[in-house]
């Protein structure tokens, strides 16, 4: 009997590829053979998603909703057009031709179960009608595919799904007992699955048909986190087109660059309120001089959270005031600057440093600082600073443009590009035909939250290649022997969650 190679999986809430890119970049070992993965579709509702989608691929993608009518008018809070209709189990299964795929790797919507959105907006028709999503995808793959099961199953999400989307959850493995599915569910921290620059907790439930899959599936290996310095260490500074229209320096309020400038590395905003405003400064610093002082680029680095730009004059010092006047309940993630010798949180959808978008304290010598509109440094104040300081030549709080203020010790505290996102989510450079790795669209916001929202392929990829180890032996009716423990096991309770490094 001949080992299976070639495996083909799908895609439900694929967005923009994250996972199917991983999947297609696996290389399983076993047996003297070598096994690889196939596309065989996406399915997503975002147009533009789908896109993205084909373009960082190169595979199918359909643009699906998998909304009942009630969900779509829950959701959006009309009745549907004319020409919408309910997706069925017979349309699932016309999507692959018939053919049933190895693996579903499903990553339904996960705004109503993450704990960034409010409980009373959680509680909500719209946002209980998104978290059905899971439970109705799952139940029409289960109809489509009843007579031919898929033989392994994902669903990846946010670990509020446990609470949040408890009873969803508790409905959507109950469905997949009776279909006959031994289950695990895992709390991973994607970063040390992949190896990426970031940590990133998130809840993997897995299914796996033994009377198709009788091989047992073991755990990927551990990896090291990198730090941020390996990942965007290497690429070109912002605004240089060699990467693309992502890699563009986001304008900020110009109070935001102050005072991102003003946190200290591994703190937040509230540290603005323990220093005393009548100590700093802003020092000019002529375009095209000066240099950024060096934190330690060889650990893995924090996210800066805040906005660093401004449009104005740039023609002499001005006073900066670090006081924030924000609502004492923020969240602590808001404006915060983490050190740069430690691991970055999670990559988020987040547009700005006000509402928790990823910033680092970048260490490298910058010698092109003549683009942007000024470019200023926090100083001690002093009796000789005094006659610069003319609050006439200072933009306006809110006025923004491409401005660089540079911490006291010469650090430029800085928002992170939406293409340095992408890279630290464990993406291509380039697309498959050569461009710079780019989206659809012009909305960036939408952008970021595509991306926020990506599996990331560094992580599917180590998930792949320990499914195709076990679908190789399974298809000769052989065992396998790991080292890392295993995964799913038939006659394992898993009555608690386990955080898998």
Known sequence: MQIKTEFTAVFPFGGLGGGALGFQDAMAEWGGSVGRCRTLYCADSDAEACEDFRNITGSRAVKLDFFSRSMYRDFHGCETPEDWRELTAADIYDLSNGETPDVKFSSAPCKGFSFLLSDKNSKSLKYQALNQLALRETELYLEAFEDDPIPFMIMENVPGIRTRGKAILSKIKNKLKNAGYALREEIFDCGVVGGLGEKRKRYILVARYIPKMSAEVYLPESKKLKSIGDVIGPLPLPNDPSCGPLHVYPKLAFISSVRLALIDAGKDWRCLNEKDHNDYALQYTPRGSGAYGVQDWDKPGHTVIGNAKITGSNGAAAVADPRLKLNQNCKANLYRMHRFDETAPTITGAAGPSNGALCIADPRVMDYLQQFDGVYQIVKRTNELFPLLDQKLTPANQKRGQYVVLSEDGT??????????????????????????????????????????????????????????????????????????????????????????
């Open 412 to 501: 430029w505290h800085r928002a992170v590009t939406t293409y340095e996102m992408a890279m630290i989510q464990g993406f291509n450079p380039t697309l498959p035909d050569g461009r710079p790795f780019q989206l659809v669209g012009n909305d960036k916001r939408a952008q970021r939250e595509r991306i926020g929202n990506a599996v990331p392929p560094l992580s599917a990829k180590a998930w792949a290649e320990v499914i195709m180890v076990a679908l190789m032996a399974s298809s000769v009716n052989a065992w396998t022997m790991g080292t890392t423990g295993l995964w799913v096991n038939p006659f394992s309770k898993n009555e608690e969650l386990q955080l898998v490094h």
